[in-house]
C-alpha cells in the first residue's frame, strides 16, 4: 500500500521521510510541508507503538522499512541523531540521502556535508558546554557561526548542555576528567589530522578554569596555532585560580576578547593587556516589528525570553506578578519561551513558576519574533539585589535581549543599579531597571510602565533604533570571518 501510494507521488518532488515521529519530527513535518520540492512520505521510529499509526495522514513505519526505491532522503529529527546517522548508513542510506533537521532552527542540514572548495581557515571552537540551543553562548554562536563552511568547523566541548547543535562536535576529556565518550585532546588532533581538519585557528569561549585548562591542553597538543579567547560570562569557582590559570595561557593568546567593556577592563586588569569588545547582541533584523502599543487591560502579555541563570529571581517575579495581577482583574500568566533544559535548571533548584509564570516551549526564530511583536512588554530576570550577587551578575549581559530589541518590544528589568545589565539599559535608553528585592516598589514601578503607553512607545523606538544600528548579525558574521582569516595567515588551502 506504501509503496503504490509513493509510486503515484509527483516525480519532481524530492521523497522524504522523517526519522523521529515525536515532537521534533512534527516540527520537521510543519517545516517541510512549507517547502514545495519536497514531499513527506512516511514517519520513521524505532518505538514498535507508533508504527502504523498516522501523523497528519502521514504513516508511521519500521526502520526495516528503509530498502528499494521508494524514497530520496531520510530527514533526522531526533535527539539521537549522531546514532541513527550511523545506522542509517550501515543498512545501506547513501550518505548524501541522509539530513538533519534541528527544531528551532527550521533548517535541514546534510549529516555528512561534502567538502567545500572554501579557503576560509579551519576553526576549532572551544567551549565550556555543548554548542546548543540549550543556553545563550549555545545560541549565539549558532547564530554567529551558522553560514560558516560546515566542513572547516569542529566543535569541542566540556559538558553537555542539550544536544550538541554541529555534526563534527567532540566531548573533551582533560586529565582523565570528562563525561561519558569524551576523548583526550591527542585522540582530538589525530582525528582531525586524519580527517585534514587540523585547525588554522582557536575560537575559544571558555569562562573557568576548567575551560582554560582545556585550551591550554589543546594548545599543547596543535602546537603555535592563533587563538582568539571571548569571554561571553565569568564563571570563575576560585578567583586566585582562575588568575593563575588565566595568566599562564594568556600569552598563547592572541586576542582577548570580552563582551561588555566592564567585563574587559577587569580581563585587562588580570592578564596585563588590552582587552577587545565584541558584545554578542546579534541577529537577522526583521522588517516587520512592533509599531502599536495599547492601553493595559486584561489581555496585556509579558513576556520572558532564554535562561534564568539566576533562578531565585523567577520566586520574586511571581510574587510581584501576583501583585500585579491582583491590580489587573484577568490579567494572566507571564509568557516564558525557553529552551526545555531552561525550565529544568529552574526547577531543580527547587524553584516553582506556576501559575504566575507559564512555559511556552522553545519557538524558531521566524515564529519567536512574530510572538514577541504581538507581546506588550518584554521582563528580563536578571537579578535580585542592587549590589551583584556574584561575578557574572556584576560582567555581564543577558544575550537574548538582542531578540525584545529587534521586535522594538519594551523592556523591564528585574536588575540592580550595580549591575552591568542595569548600566547598559539605563546607558542607552532602551530598557527600564528596578530592583526586585523590594517587591512592593518594583511591582509599582512595572505596573507604572504597563499603563505608560507613551513610555512604551518610547522605548520601543529606542529599542529597535539600536538593534539595526548595532545588532546586525550579518556585519558581524563579515568581522568574525575577517578576524579569523587575519589571524589565520588567510587562505589556509595549502595548509
Not at 39 to 59: N, Q
Not at 63 to 78: H, K, Q, R
Not at 257 to 268: H, N
Request: overall charge negative; proline content about 5%.
Amino acid at each position: 500500500m506504501l509503496a503504490h501510494k509513493v509510486e503515484h507521488t509527483a516525480k519532481s518532488l524530492r521523497r522524504s521521510i522523517i526519522y523521529g515521529a515525536g515532537a521534533a519530527g512534527r516540527a520537521a513535518l510543519a517545516r517541510l510541508s512549507h517547502d514545495a520540492t519536497r514531499t513527506v512520505v512516511a514517519f520513521v521510529d524505532s518505538d514498535a507503538r507508533k508504527h502504523g499509526a498516522l501523523i497528519e495522514g502521514v504513516p508511521v513505519v519500521a526502520p526495516d522499512s528503509l530498502t528499494g526505491n521508494w524514497f530520496d532522503e531520510v530527514i533526522v529529527a531526533s535527539q539521537a541523531w549522531r546514532e541513527i546517522s550511523g545506522a542509517l548508513t550501515r543498512i545501506g542510506v547513501p550518505a548524501s540521502a541522509i539530513s538533519l533537521y534541528h527544531v528551532g532552527e527550521e533548517r535541514v542540514i546534510p549529516a555528512f556535508p561534502e567538502k567545500t572548495a572554501s579557503n576560509a581557515p579551519c576553526v576549532l571552537v572551544l567551549t565550556d558546554d555543548c554548542v546548543s540551543p540549550g543556553h545563550g553562548t549555545g545560541a549565539v554562536l549558532m547564530r554567529h557561526l551558522v553560514d560558516y563552511p560546515s566542513d572547516r568547523l569542529t566543535h569541542a566541548y566540556l559538558r553537555r548542555k542539550g544536544d550538541p547543535f554541529w555534526p563534527n562536535s567532540f566531548a573533551l576529556s582533560i586529565a582523565g576528567k570528562g563525561e561519558a565518550g569524551s576523548i583526550p585532546p591527542e585522540e582530538l588532533a589525530a582525528r582531525l589530522a586524519a580527517n585534514k581538519q587540523t585547525p588554522d585557528l582557536i575560537y575559544a569561549n571558555v569562562f573557568g578554569e576548567p575551560g582554560l585548562e582545556a585550551l591550554s591542553a589543546l594548545l599543547d597538543v596543535f602546537g603555535t596555532v592563533p587563538v582568539i579567547q571571548h569571554f561571553h560570562d565569568w564563571l570563575y569557582a576560585d578567583r586566585d585560580g582562575f588568575e593563575r590559570a588565566l595568566r599562564a595561557v594568556a600569552p598563547r593568546i592572541s586576542e582577548l576578547w570580552a563582551i561588555t567593556d566592564s567585563l574587559g577592563r577587569e580581563i585587562g586588569e588580570i592578564v596585563g593587556c588590552d582587552v577587545r569588545t565584541m558584545n554578542t547582541f546579534k541577529c537577522e533584523i526583521a522588517p516587520a516589528y512592533k509599531r502599536e502599543h495599547r492601553e493595559l487591560d486584561a489581555q496585556f502579555r509579558v513576556v520572558m525570553l532564554g535562561n534564568s541563570h539566576m533562578p531565585w529571581v523567577l520566586h520574586h517575579v511571581r510574587n510581584v506578578w501576583r501583585t500585579i495581577q491582583a491590580q489587573v482583574p484577568g490579567l494572566g500568566p507571564i509568557q516564558w519561551f525557553g529552551y526545555p533544559t531552561s525550565v529544568l535548571y529552574v526547577k531543580e533548584a527547587g524553584v516553582e513558576i506556576e501559575p504566575e509564570i507559564e512555559y511556552y516551549g522553545y519557538l524558531n526564530n521566524r515564529v519567536l519574533h512574530e510572538h514577541l511583536c504581538a507581546a506588550d512588554l518584554a521582563l528580563i530576570p536578571f537579578n535580585i539585589a542592587d549590589v551583584p550577587e556574584y561575578h557574572y551578575a556584576a560582567f555581564s549581559v543577558p544575550s537574548r535581549i538582542t531578540e525584545f530589541l529587534n521586535a522594538g518590544l519594551p523592556i523591564f528589568a528585574a536588575a540592580g543599579q550595580g549591575t552591568e545589565t542595569y548600566r547598559f539599559l539605563s546607558q542607552h535608553g532602551i530598557g527600564i531597571s528596578a530592583t526586585i528585592a523590594d517587591e512592593q516598589r518594583f511591582a509599582a514601578s512595572l505596573l507604572d510602565v504597563m499603563r505608560d503607553t507613551s513610555t512604551r512607545l518610547a522605548l520601543s523606538k529606542a529599542g529597535r533604533a539600536f538593534a539595526e544600528h548595532h545588532c546586525n548579525v550579518r556585519t558581524y558574521q563579515r568581522t568574525l570571518a575577517e578576524a579569523f582569516s587575519r589571524l589565520a595567515g588567510g587562505d589556509s588551502s595549502s595548509r
